[in-house]
């Protein structure tokens, strides 16, 4: 037995805008339907849109549903979500919004709102003459021949709903849900974007950590001893070319060096200050920094 919330039960035994939408001659208004689903795998939906086509906006919406007590409450709840709005807002709404305005749907049912969410963008995708019943990204090598579901399929909605386990998977797309044959490839998938989100995550703390280092105020004598730690780092590559560097002053942004043995008379001490040394100082103590030979 399923745990419905009230609302979920409320829609199912009295479903909103249920039916089909008739087109007609009125001016600057059209009509249009998105399917998705198959009535083999259990589950198929038609959304009917009434579009005010100068404010490309949503009149009215209907639908039509094969499937159980979830795909019904669920395209009820999509239909009343999305009037009024214009096909922008609407493509914005996920199937995680559906969920939410029915006060949740159970795991195994999360599928339903998956599915208003595709018809919606089927719908709105056909009125614009786009020719492709599903997300581009979809494409791809089919993984669950059952339910005709490929792997980057699979990809998106793992990440869009961070999904973290195979049955997850399965009660949102039916992927790997039939005979089984693809609950390892949908394990890589998982375990692949839990992996590039560690990778990001730590991408995005090192960067964070490089900001703040730079932008936060220093004081003066830590302002000295950074720059003094950048010099001492680049001073081994001056030696070998038998020249050298040391720190005179630090005023203000300016700091101010002293070139020494091959790099005093050398015509490229102007590009040694910037390229080894200046721009060094500006990653890794202050961006607003400029160095001077004295």
Same mark, same amino acid.
């Given at each position: 037995m399923w745990?419905?919330?009230d609302?979920v039960?409320?829609?199912?035994?009295n479903?909103?805008?249920?039916?089909?939408i008739e087109?007609?001659?009125?001016?600057d208004?059209a009509?249009?339907?998105?399917?998705?689903g198959?009535?083999?795998?259990?589950d198929?939906?038609?959304?009917?849109l009434?579009? #005010?086509?100068?404010?490309?906006?949503?009149?009215?919406?209907?639908f039509q549903t094969? =499937?159980?007590?979830?795909a &019904?409450?669920?395209s009820?709840?999509?239909?009343?979500?999305?009037? =009024?709005?214009?096909?922008?807002?609407?493509?914005?709404?996920?199937?995680? #919004?559906?969920a939410?305005?029915?006060?949740?749907?159970p795991?195994?049912?999360?599928? *339903?709102?998956?599915?208003?969410?595709?018809?919606?963008e089927a719908? &709105?995708y056909?009125?614009?003459? &786009?020719?492709?019943?599903?997300?581009?990204?979809?494409? =791809?090598?089919l993984?669950?021949?059952?339910?005709g579901?490929?792997d980057?399929?699979?990809?998106?909605?793992?990440i869009?709903?961070?999904?973290?386990?195979?049955?997850?998977?399965?009660?949102? %797309?039916?992927?790997?849900?039939?005979c089984?044959? *693809? @609950?390892?490839? %949908?394990?890589d %998938?998982?375990?692949?974007v839990?992996?590039?989100?560690?990778?990001t995550?730590a991408r995005?703390?090192?960067?964070?950590?490089?900001?703040?280092q730079?932008?936060?105020?220093?004081?003066?004598?830590q302002? &000295?001893?950074?720059?003094?730690? %950048?010099?001492?780092?680049?001073?081994p590559?001056?030696m070998a070319d038998?020249?050298?560097?040391e720190?005179f002053?630090?005023? =203000?942004?300016i700091?101010?060096?002293?070139?020494?043995?091959? *790099?005093?008379? *050398?015509?490229g001490?102007?590009?040694t200050?910037?390229d080894?040394i200046?721009?060094? @100082?500006? #990653?890794h103590?202050?961006?607003?920094?400029?160095v001077?030979?004295?």
């Open positions: 745990d419905y919330t609302k039960l409320d829609l199912f035994y479903p909103k805008n249920q039916g089909a087109v007609t001659e009125e001016t208004i009509v249009v339907f998105g399917e998705i198959s009535i083999a795998c259990g198929a939906l038609r959304l009917h009434k579009i #005010d086509v100068p404010k490309d906006q949503i009149l009215d919406a209907r094969f =499937g159980c007590t979830s &019904i409450a669920s009820s709840a999509l239909t009343e979500m999305i009037k =009024g709005l214009t096909l922008d807002e609407a493509l914005k709404v996920s199937n995680k #919004d559906i939410d305005y029915l006060g949740g749907l795991e195994a049912k999360m599928h *339903c709102s998956v599915m208003g969410q595709e018809a919606l719908a &709105i056909k009125y614009r003459g &786009i020719e492709i019943e599903h997300h581009e990204e979809d494409e =791809g090598a993984l669950c021949t059952c339910f579901v490929s980057n399929r699979v990809r998106r909605i793992v869009e709903n961070n999904l973290t386990t195979v049955e997850e998977v399965t009660n949102y %797309i039916k992927a790997g849900g039939s089984g044959s *693809c @609950l390892a490839g %949908i394990e %998938i998982i375990a692949a839990e992996k590039d989100k560690e990778a995550t995005v703390e090192a960067e964070l950590t490089r900001i703040q730079t932008s936060r105020k220093l004081t003066t004598v302002k &000295i001893t950074k720059i003094q730690e %950048i010099l001492d780092e680049v001073r590559m001056l038998g020249g050298d560097v720190l002053d630090v005023d =203000g942004d700091v101010k060096v002293i070139l020494k043995g091959a *790099c005093s008379s *050398c015509s001490s102007t590009a200050l910037k080894a200046e721009v060094r @100082l500006r #990653d103590v202050l961006s607003t920094l400029s001077e030979a004295v």
